[in-house]
């Protein structure tokens, strides 16, 4: 026994020197960002689009050096199914085992508070959402809930239920009745909006909330119809959407629409028919075009194999995997607090501009080299956020026209901030 022991020790210093001889290899310098995205289920249109926008971000930073000695962002995608608990499920398998600093997601408010409250919060991982847009997600970082890790592309639903009363009343719909998905997004953009609409002189004839993926919406919509609106307010999502938008123009409803951001849908136009869209009308958290807007434009439908660039939440995607990318590259490695601090460095007022795309992206890795700070000004515009992580913005007011989606104007934020506050001439 003793011989086998000392040949035992013999043989494993002998794999020692070998070891000890082959040369060394370091350690992955790569980082993964873990991404939760609504790739199928009712918002499933928008969370597919983002998803490949955030892809597109990271292609074009890792196409520019990446950061550090050839350090590259990864993307480990994960679906929420447009559920709650699943994208918990999802985003608690990234952070605990994946051991991610940052999770890009949800797309609707109604994954991204629940991953927030359970999961990054908690674990201080940064979070960033490029389209959940409740005023709840505010209320929990004033309520000093976040640990100030979630940040957001898109303005606040407190704005937009006021931007969209506004818009009503300038289209002549001063009497509308709301359908809405009964979730956290749903129930506060019309609490903001009726707010606004009924200062403004608007009247609301019903309020008729409903739940996700049911086969009919003939009882919601004949429930709406009562006390003869003009029009009907839908927030909702696509496909929902369709639906409920079907049943309410077979049922006899005027076919004239109020509708959200999501709504700004090729599949919810097609699945209605165009026949009876050309009187609807919708708000989107708005963009100030940069060089950034022209190149995304350009180029996002060839990298996505026919997303268009204007698909809800596309563009607002790519800045959140642009701002992610170049704040892991402010950092200098994949830590969450650092990576916290280096958000709020590569969006700094009075630096550097930075645009998207591979030349402007190296051009920020030796911006960031030299240890100066760089600002990225996105495809929805020069990104700022404030202390709870919102930004603002200018609302895009569009209509349906023909079986297409035109601007036909712009509202600022500051005339949105003194309707809201009535304050309003």
Same mark, same amino acid.
């Given at each position: 026994?003793?011989?086998? +022991?000392?040949? &035992?020790?013999?043989? @494993?210093?002998?794999?020692?020197?070998?070891?000890?001889?082959?040369?060394?290899?370091?350690?992955?310098?790569?980082?993964?960002?873990?991404?939760?995205?609504?790739? +199928?289920?009712?918002? =499933?249109?928008? =969370? &597919?689009?983002?998803?490949?926008?955030?892809e597109m971000a990271f292609r074009d930073f890792n196409e520019a050096g990446g950061f550090g000695e050839g350090c590259t962002i990864k993307a480990d995608t994960r679906d929420s199914q447009s559920q709650g608990n699943v994208a918990v499920d999802q985003a608690t398998q990234l952070v605990n085992i994946g051991k991610v600093p940052v999770v890009i997601g949800g797309i609707i408010s109604s994954v991204s508070i629940p991953i927030l409250t359970s999961v990054t919060a908690p674990a201080g991982v940064v979070q960033v959402s490029p389209a959940s847009s409740s005023p709840t997600l505010t209320a929990l970082s004033e309520e000093g809930k976040t640990n100030g890790v979630f940040f957001r592309t898109i303005t606040? /639903?407190?704005? &937009?239920?006021?931007?969209? @009363?506004?818009?009503?009343? /300038? &289209?002549?719909?001063?009497?509308?009745?709301?359908?809405?998905?009964?979730? /956290?997004? =749903?129930?506060?953009?019309?609490?903001?909006f009726q707010t606004a609409f009924e200062r403004l002189g608007g009247t609301i004839t019903s309020t008729t909330p409903y739940n996700e993926k049911q086969a009919s919406y003939t009882a919601e919509a004949n429930t709406a119809m009562e006390g003869e609106p003009d029009a009907l307010y839908l927030v909702s999502y696509p496909v929902d959407g369709a639906t409920i938008a079907r049943a309410w123009i077979s049922g006899g409803g005027p076919a004239k629409f109020l509708l959200n951001d999501g709504m700004n849908s090729s599949d919810f136009i097609s699945a209605v028919g165009a026949q009876y869209l050309d009187d609807a009308y919708g708000t989107s958290s708005g963009t100030a075009p940069t060089a950034s807007t022209e190149y995304f434009n350009t180029n996002f439908e060839s990298f996505s194999g026919g997303i268009k660039p204007d698909a809800p939440a596309a563009d607002r995607s790519y800045d959140a995997g642009a701002i992610v990318a170049l704040a892991v590259a402010e950092a200098g490695k994949g830590d969450a607090a650092a990576i916290k601090a280096a958000i709020r460095e590569v969006t700094k007022e009075g630096a550097e501009p930075i645009h998207a795309g591979k030349a402007e992206f190296a051009k920020a890795l030796a911006l960031i080299k030299d240890g100066k700070p760089v600002k990225y000004e996105g495809v929805i515009g020069p990104v700022s956020f404030d202390k709870n =992580? /919102?930004?603002?913005g200018p609302f895009r007011l569009w209509r349906i026209q023909k079986g297409e989606v035109t601007t036909t104007g712009e509202m600022s934020a500051e005339e949105v901030g003194k309707i809201k506050s009535g304050t309003a001439q």
């Open positions: 026994m003793r011989g086998a +022991t000392v040949r &035992q020790f013999l043989l @494993a210093g002998s794999m020692l020197a070998v070891l000890g001889a082959m040369p060394a290899y370091a350690q992955s310098c790569d980082v993964t960002v873990g991404m939760v995205m609504e790739l +199928t289920g009712p918002a =499933g249109a928008y =969370g &597919q689009a983002g998803a490949k926008a955030v606040s /639903d407190a704005l &937009q239920g006021t931007a969209a @009363a506004k818009y009503a009343i /300038d &289209q002549g719909l001063k009497k509308l009745a709301i359908i809405h998905v009964n979730n /956290d997004f =749903g129930v506060n953009m019309v609490k903001e =992580g /919102d930004i603002t």
